[in-house]
Structure formats: structure tokens, C-alpha cells
């Protein structure tokens, strides 16, 4: 679901301002939009209601990146018993102009699959950003 619409209260605002102000440090020059979803019936029937999908745009295309834009989506399991919403992991996924080009999810073995994968040093940047949106959910 777009971050914009999940962030009604100041606790989760807040962590999705963290969210964003973590992948800015390992890429300073994106641009960051809270809303990468478009609100019409296909797309609502396809959006996880329990995730925090958050849209990442770099000036132009980059070839350590092989993307133009990379989407993340963090996703969350709804427990019954608590009634609280629990990490399960993080997806992310660059575009291009042809589509995906790859995709880092830490549900399975954190493994990075696709035609056009990023460079090693973009690779560990994506692994460290998921290690510290785990930390921020943690706490």
C-alpha cells in the first residue's frame, strides 16, 4: 500500500520518514515518492493492504544500478493474537525502461535475481538499507 496512505499516525509517519532518510544515505541523489500506486480498481485489487510500498527515483538511468527507479515494499504479517503487524521482510525491485530488471527480496536467502543486475557495491548498499529498515521495526 503507498506509504502516503499508511502514514496516519506519528509513530509510523515517523518510520517511514526514517525509512526514507535510510535509503538516502546509501543513495543521496533519489528522489523519494510516498505514493508509487495509482488509486484505480486494478492496481487496489494487486496492492498487499499490509505492506508500506515506497517508490525511489534517480535523476537519470545509472549503470552501477541498471535501473532508473527502484521499488521497496515492506511487508508486514497481521497477528491475530497480539493484534500488532510484524516485519516478515523487505522487496525491492529496479525498473528501466524495459521493466524489471531485478529484484532483492529478504523473505527467501536475500538473494538478488533478474536480466540486469546492479553492481556487487549497489547489491550490499540494498542488503545494509534492509538490515537497518529490520533494526527500525525492531525497536
Excluded at 14 to 21: D, E, G, R, Y
Amino acid at each position: 500500500m503507498n506509504a502516503e496512505e499508511k502514514a496516519r499516525g506519528l509513530e509510523i509517519a515517523t518510520k517511514i520518514a526514517a525509512i526514507v532518510n535510510l535509503f538516502k544515505q546509501q543513495f543521496p541523489d533519489v528522489k523519494a515518492d510516498l505514493k508509487p500506486w495509482h488509486n484505480d480498481p486494478d492496481t487496489i485489487n494487486l496492492v498487499d493492504p499490509d505492506s508500506i510500498d515506497i517508490g525511489f527515483h534517480f535523476p537519470g538511468w545509472s549503470r552501477k544500478i541498471q535501473s532508473r527507479s527502484i521499488l521497496v515494499q515492506i511487508r508486514f504479517h497481521y497477528d491475530e493474537i497480539d493484534k500488532t503487524h510484524k516485519l516478515i521482510g523487505i522487496e525491492s525491485a529496479g525498473f528501466n525502461y524495459t521493466g524489471e530488471a531485478w529484484r532483492l527480496s529478504t523473505i527467501e536467502n536475500w538473494q538478488l535475481e533478474g536480466k540486469t543486475p546492479p553492481v556487487e557495491e549497489i547489491r550490499e548498499k540494498l542488503k545494509y538499507f534492509s538490515r537497518q529498515v529490520f533494526e527500525l521495526f525492531q525497536n
